[in-house]
């Protein structure tokens, strides 16, 4: 592939040439290992956490810094342009999600665990029947080992066969993800114009570049937000180390305030503050904020009114649908709303596959997504998952990362959930007794990558792809780049990570890293737990779930209908798609900042007009850069002073 050429005097390169290509790929090597480091050794603030992850912008940062120094070495001619530099950080920034919990730690957990983690007679008995040294780790004591850390080498000769079994599942899974990226990309950015808030900081700051007229308002703005996020910031982590400081606390729990029945049914109550969230809320729409908000709180009522009713447990069960169905309701939300991104985007995939030369591109990308498409099917149906399950699988699964990728490209929404996981919500309808014991045992090995956006490859390819529009990359090579980063990066942290984990214990460590605690202990005990009703029947299925995923389904498409009737109506789909997430208690920690950040807007566009606008737009970029800067100083502080439990996120 010729990748050499120049750039034009705006910063757009015109090709991707080969020292992008070089330090893109290579940077991608202390990327990882800064990562592994960092969230299995050090622990305390996750390097590989929401988007944008922190190694990678702390990474992005080291390099502008040298290249700011040596362009003043070389009399001002810069290596790379300002478009270069971005294209580098928006590599980084996806290949930085499935470095740690996004996918590679979640991975290694669910290939240990079985064994490690079956008890009961049933439950060890498929494990030993069904699971075979081709799909997990089956020897007890490499096992033990790896969750308990006994500063040794890896035992390979039971790992090789695993990782080369499971390489056949990622490789075609990962492929497909980044090709739907590229399908999908020119619809969002250019057709639809989302507004990407997640990466507006970026943006902002090649355009000023473009425009160096109105950079030093724009400076001064995101200097003000981020002073005003550093101060408070600094005050907590300082409490955190030295408690006789004062402080403001950001996160406050007042469950208590509603702790006796059938109060409790609105629990978690928390008063949270995130600054990030806040100018994330702050640059997206107005609509899909309010709607996120005011949908979040009507769910609380759902809860509240399903325990007046006497309706059974108000806390979801780990295998079996509950009222009010909450989970049930927002997949048939997801699935309509995937089908509406489908439609929309229906004449530019049809010119996709007409003649038109100027699809050649993307029609490549297309054959990558079948193919990747056909790949994960195939790998399923050879270890004994129906054919018929692993479509409604991965097509809800594709449903979910539509849906995720359009609130982080729309509203900004970096930490949301899954409404449900695929199995849970196939098996919810047909019952455990749909599928034969050996899927459902296999179930198991599938949760662990599959749970929310921090563990979702997609949403951040939208997000590159954005920063490629903005710059003006050629499409081919970029995806080309990116999915090499992708899959460089997957390969390369699972050995070091192995490494790691054999000689400090995914357990050992999961005190201190909320992302292990998830991967090495959460994530693996609930499935067990799961596998064990199925294969004992207890999971069977339930017409109220699926009369509650048609009224989902109904709601949003109502709610669709009224939107594109009638513009100025104020509530958005995509925000009644988020209320029945996987952790209800996630969501209710997202609520404060999404309302201050929406209420911050609307009054700011009531009273200020376009003009007030920008100029709190800045320091809502302030805001989210204040809060990544305090991500890398309690890094630092978590090597110097050891994890302090001071929480950004």
């Not at 049809?350 to 054959?367: G, K």
């Not at 292990?516 to 799961?530: C, F, N, R, W």
Request: aromatic share 10%; charged share 10%.
């Amino acid at each position: 592939m010729t990748v050499a050429t120049t750039a034009d005097e705006t910063g757009t390169a015109a090709r991707i040439r080969k020292r992008v290509f070089g330090i893109a790929l290579g940077g991608v090597v202390p990327l990882v290992l800064f990562v592994q480091w960092s969230d299995i050794v050090v622990g305390g603030t996750m390097a590989a956490g929401p988007f944008p992850p922190l190694a990678a912008c702390l990474l992005w940062a080291m390099l502008a810094g040298m290249h700011h120094a040596l362009c003043r070495l070389r009399g001002g001619r810069p290596l790379l342009t300002r478009g270069e530099l971005l294209a580098i950080l928006a590599v980084w920034l996806t290949a930085n999600m499935v470095a740690g919990r996004g996918m590679t730690h979640p991975f290694l957990c669910s290939v240990a665990a079985p064994v490690y983690y079956a008890r009961g007679a049933t439950l060890t008995e498929a494990v030993d029947t069904y699971l075979h040294s081709g799909l997990i780790l089956t020897d007890r004591q490499a096992a033990r080992q790896f969750f308990e850390g006994v500063h040794r080498s890896v035992p390979w000769q039971h790992w090789v066969r695993p990782l080369c079994v499971w390489g056949l599942f990622f490789l075609p899974f990962v492929t497909a993800q980044i090709c739907l990226c590229a399908l999908l990309e020119r619809v969002w950015v250019r057709h639809e114009r989302l507004s990407f808030p997640l990466v507006a900081l970026p943006v902002e700051s090649l355009r000023a570049a473009e425009a160096p007229e109105s950079a030093r308002a724009l400076r001064q703005a995101i200097g003000a937000g981020m002073a005003i996020v550093l101060a408070f910031h600094g005050l907590g982590v300082a409490h955190a180390y030295l408690p006789a400081i004062p402080h403001i606390p950001f996160f406050n729990d007042i469950s208590a305030l509603a702790s006796h029945p059938p109060w409790s049914a609105v629990q978690p109550l928390y008063i949270n503050l995130y600054p990030m969230l806040i100018g994330l809320t702050f640059l997206a729409p107005t609509d899909v904020t309010f709607s996120i908000w005011f949908f979040l709180l009507l769910s609380k009522l759902e809860r509240l009114a399903v325990a007046f009713a006497g309706r059974g447990d108000t806390v979801p069960g780990q295998g079996m649908a509950q009222p009010p169905y909450l989970e049930e309701q927002s997949a048939g939300a997801f699935l309509v709303l995937a089908g509406l991104i489908l439609w929309n985007a229906r004449h530019a995939l049809r010119a996709i596959l007409s003649r038109n030369a100027c699809q050649r591109e993307e029609r490549w990308f297309l054959i990558g997504f079948l193919f990747g498409g056909a790949g994960v099917l195939g790998w399923c149906a050879y270890h004994a998952i129906p054919l018929w399950f692993s479509i409604g699988y991965f097509g809800f699964y594709l449903a979910v990362v539509l849906v995720l990728s359009r609130l982080m490209a729309e509203g900004g929404m970096t930490w949301g959930l899954a409404p449900i996981l695929p199995d849970r919500l196939l098996l919810s309808l047909t019952g455990a007794q749909a599928l034969p014991p050996i899927a459902l045992t296999r179930l198991m090995l599938f949760t662990q990558h599959l749970r929310d956006a921090r563990q979702m490859l997609t949403p951040a390819g939208f997000q590159a792809g954005k920063l490629r529009e903005e710059i003006g990359l050629p499409f081919r090579s970029f995806y080309v780049l990116l999915l090499g980063a992708t899959l460089l990066a997957l390969a390369l942290s699972t050995i070091v990570a192995l490494t790691l984990f054999y000689r400090h214990g995914a357990l050992l460590q999961a005190s201190n890293n909320d992302g292990l605690q998830m991967s090495a202990v959460v994530i693996p005990v609930t499935a067990a737990g799961q596998a064990t009703l199925r294969l004992t029947g207890a999971v069977r299925p339930s017409a109220e779930a699926g009369v509650a995923l048609l009224a989902g389904a109904g709601v949003t498409g109502g709610l669709s209908v009224l939107r594109a009737r009638f513009p100025g109506w104020p509530l958005h789909p995509l925000g009644y798609a988020l209320t029945g997430t996987l952790q209800v208690g996630y969501a209710s920690k997202m609520l404060c900042s999404v309302f201050l950040g929406w209420g911050l807007k609307a009054l700011t566009l009531r009273l200020g007009g376009a003009r007030g606008f920008r100029l709190l737009r800045g320091v809502a970029l302030g805001m989210i850069l204040g809060d990544l800067l305090t991500g890398v100083v309690l890094k630092i502080l978590d090597v110097l002073l050891g994890p302090s439990g001071y929480a950004i996120f």
